[in-house]
């Protein structure tokens, strides 16, 4: 159980274009996700938290305009990153809690590498 | 406010030799949550264990076992006969009501490799 899964796992793409990072929890539900950025061997630094049905939460200096987040579902939210720029290739990784679980637990996704060029 | 600290950068281990990752908090919550989550070279980070502030009790895993000291704020990990499998990245991390959503203050990691 708490099986969370990313997608897609990698993605190339040129600077200017927007990616869509998607966040799944298979078999459960969860009415809060988290969204993370990692460098290389550097630590997890959240960037925001997704709640269903309402407006993100993002951390100090986090652009919610660079990095829209949308929560529609209990099931998935969605990270876009807008006008990706070389800056912004990174790994990204997302979290949830079972809303009917262990709430407080965060079940992590196999992360996402994105490099812009 | 939350801070989590892991002096340990890096550690170089041979299999089967035990190993120790440190793990020392800071917090002003009574209730709170600590964790340990396990970072392999694929990048998914794998759900180690929980423990709650009031359960001072350690814990015995197979090889992994947790030292909880309140008194000194630390949540050691240990695992013992490493094997090469063992090599990743290790995060203790923290989760109290000071952080909002209970969200997770991770500490920087310590990236141990064991050697054949």
């Known amino acids: 159980g708490a099986v969370v899964s990313q997608h897609p796992s990698r993605v190339i793409c040129k600077s200017g274009t927007s990616v869509k990072i998607e966040c799944r929890s298979l078999d459960f539900q969860a009415t809060t996700m988290f969204w993370y950025r990692q460098f290389p061997k550097k630590s997890l630094m959240l960037m925001a938290t997704?709640?269903?049905?309402?407006?993100?939460?993002?951390e100090q200096g986090v652009e919610k305009d660079k990095f829209l987040i949308n929560h529609a579902s209990l099931t998935l939210s969605t990270l876009t990153v807008t006008s990706a720029h070389p800056e912004d290739s990174s790994f990204y990784i997302c979290?949830?809690?079972?809303?009917?679980?262990?709430?407080?637990?965060?079940?992590f996704g196999p992360g996402t590498r994105l490099l812009v060029l | 406010a939350q801070k989590v600290t892991q002096a340990q950068t890096e550690i170089s281990v041979v299999e089967k030799e035990d190993v120790t990752l440190d793990c020392v908090y800071e917090?002003?919550?009574?209730?709170?949550?600590l964790f340990w989550y396990k970072q392999p070279p694929s990048g998914e980070l794998v759900f180690l264990i929980r423990?709650?502030?009031?359960?001072?009790q350690n814990e015995i895993s197979g090889r992994y076992s947790w030292n909880f000291q309140k008194s000194t704020s630390s949540f050691n990990f240990t695992i013992t006969a490493s094997q090469v499998v063992d090599s990743a990245v290790y995060f203790c991390a923290l989760s109290s009501p000071s952080g909002s959503a209970r969200q997770l203050t991770f500490g920087s990691g310590t990236q141990l490799t064991v050697l054949p």
């Open positions: 917090t002003r919550d009574t209730t709170y949550y």
């Open positions: 997704s709640n269903e049905g309402s407006k993100a939460t993002y």
């Open positions: 979290s949830a809690r079972d809303v009917a679980g262990d709430v407080k637990t965060q079940y």
């Open positions: 423990r709650n502030s009031f359960d001072e």
